[in-house]
């Protein structure tokens, strides 16, 4: 089956149920960590997917990335439906092309190992270039990612690297096996705040130069909007509200995103510390009854709202939300207009 689109990736309805408790004990409800989530990633572009902690993030990072099969929906990769693909190679060819970079660089490389070895590991197991000229290639990589000049770097290990000169290795590693799409969960939330600006520098110029997609995942509006094109809102598994950066954050729809918007000491800085602005938002994933998740926290609720389940409705403003007050379906006007008793 294919689908006709125009981005590198798009997930369609894409769904992750885990069941409760552990594995002794397995609980009988199901949390919904991801329900139904659609978007497209396209070249030269970068999608903010922001929420609060375990609101779903990186649940949606990893089933892109083929760390975890999704319970339902689909995934295409330049018009290939992929969900399903299980053919070593197929599996290899999806990975190289769709490439994660993770919140910590130091746990993601192997401390008794050469950065060298880190960046001609990829390039052997793929094939990607002669022998002879993996030490060059190494060296523009390297370059490619700001560590200048590379005979200064390529020796090293990582603990003889700084946080942020670390990160930068996971991301020449990544950009080794040539990507498409880059899924960054939380790349610089383990940074310091001075050396975040650096790596988010650095995603926007691979964007320009190398016409990337990239999906980056955090919880951290400033940096969403220095980089990101696209934002999706995420609230206990669902997408609640989705469309270019500006829009989404001058005239937010959802009350979550204004939430959150308000929750920023200071929104003309690039990056914030960490941002949880309530914890327990996977309550409400669990065994979601019909009606809005976000019901119990929001200002505006009305009748409806626990009744109801919101579907995300394309406004004119150009961007969706969730909401049957601000970004209300047809059904809902009419049903709001003529309350039935
Ligand atoms: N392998 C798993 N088994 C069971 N539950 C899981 C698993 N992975 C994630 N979850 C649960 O799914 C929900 C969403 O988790 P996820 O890690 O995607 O959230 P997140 O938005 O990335 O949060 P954070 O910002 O803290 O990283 C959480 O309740 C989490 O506990
Ligand atoms: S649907 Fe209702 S409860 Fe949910 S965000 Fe909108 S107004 Fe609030
Ligand atoms: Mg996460």
Do not use: W
């Amino acid at each position: 089956m294919t689908a006709s689109i125009s981005g590198s990736v798009e997930v369609r309805g894409l769904t992750k149920h885990f069941a409760t408790g552990n594995g002794l004990r397995p609980g009988r409800s199901r949390l919904h960590a991801v329900d139904d989530v659609t978007f497209t990633l396209r070249p030269g572009t970068v999608t903010a997917l922001v929420g609060e902690s375990g609101s779903g993030k990186s649940t949606v990072a990893r089933m892109l990335a083929r760390l975890y099969a999704p319970t339902s929906g689909r995934i295409y990769f330049k018009d290939e439906d992929v969900t399903d693909v299980k053919r070593r190679r197929d599996v290899l060819r999806y990975r190289s092309q769709v490439q994660m970079i993770f919140q910590d660089p130091f746990g993601s490389l192997n401390p008794v190992k050469t950065i060298h070895h880190h960046l001609a590991r990829p390039l052997k197991i793929h094939n990607l270039v002669e022998r002879s000229q993996i030490d060059e290639r190494i060296g523009e990589l390297l370059t490619t990612v700001g560590l200048v000049p590379p005979e200064r770097y390529v020796d090293k290990y990582p603990y003889e690297l700084s946080g942020g000169q670390r990160q930068r290795v996971a991301i020449a590693r990544a950009l080794a096996v040539e990507p498409t799409v880059l899924v960054a969960d939380e790349p610089t939330s383990m940074l310091d705040v001075s050396i975040r600006v650096g790596i988010l520098n650095l995603i926007l110029d691979l964007k320009e130069r190398e016409q990337l997609a990239f999906l980056y995942v955090t919880h951290d509006l400033g940096s969403a909007r220095y980089i990101a094109d696209y934002m999706l809102v995420m609230y206990a598994g669902q997408i609640v509200e989705q469309g270019p950066i500006d829009r989404v954050l001058q005239s937010p729809l959802h009350p979550y995103t204004q939430l959150l918007i308000d929750s920023v000491p200071d929104p003309a800085a690039v990056v914030h510390e960490r941002i949880d602005v309530r914890k327990g938002v996977a309550s409400a994933a669990v065994d979601p009854p019909e009606g809005c998740r976000f019901a119990d926290r929001c200002p505006l609720r009305i009748g409806v709202c626990t009744q109801v389940t919101p579907e995300l409705v394309l406004t004119e403003d150009g961007h969706s939300a969730r909401c049957h007050v601000t970004a209300p379906s047809h059904a809902i006007r009419e049903e709001i207009r003529e309350p039935v008793h």
